[in-house]
Nanobody, 131 residues
Framework: QMQLVESGGGLVQAGESLSLSCTASELAFPFTYYTMGWFRQAPGKEHELVAAIARNGHMTYYPDSTEGRFSISREDTKNTVYLKMNELKPEDTAVYYC??????????????????????WGQGVQVTVSS
């Protein structure tokens, strides 16, 4: 069973930056077989996909809420995916989760924006942005 562990959360002020990391272990298949995503959940709200990166490391997705401010990347030799968050806003406050979607049967540029497609999830890290 794939294990995902996030790190890097914390408390920052509005306008500041924060970087998150997520490292996978207990992999049944190479890390390169997985599309990776970062989701967040604010109190009382549904999970929201904030970034996704395809297996090829080039195709990425951002919703309007994070486009231009967040950047996702992956380092396959370290089984790690990163999320760099710039110009943080109070509305970015949430628990951030790393998630993995096995997509080896699809083209390398594929990614899903559907939460249920991501089978493996980390425990989450808190990100709090004060105004």
């Amino acid at each position: 069973q794939m294990q995902l562990v996030e790190s890097g959360g914390g408390l920052v002020q509005a306008g500041e930056s924060l970087s998150l990391s997520c490292t996978a272990s207990e992999l049944a298949f190479p890390f390169t077989y997985y599309t990776m995503g970062w989701f967040r959940q604010a109190p009382g709200k549904e999970h929201e996909l904030v970034a996704a990166i395809a297996r090829n490391g080039h195709m990425t997705y951002y919703p309007d809420s994070t486009e231009g401010r967040f950047s996702i990347s992956r380092e396959d030799t370290k089984n790690t995916v990163y999320l760099k968050m710039n110009e943080l806003k109070p509305e970015d406050t949430a628990v951030y989760y790393c998630a993995a979607d096995y997509t080896a049967d699809r083209v390398g540029s594929y990614y899903s924006t559907t939460r249920s497609d991501y089978r493996y999830w980390g425990q989450g890290v808190q990100v709090t942005v004060s105004s």
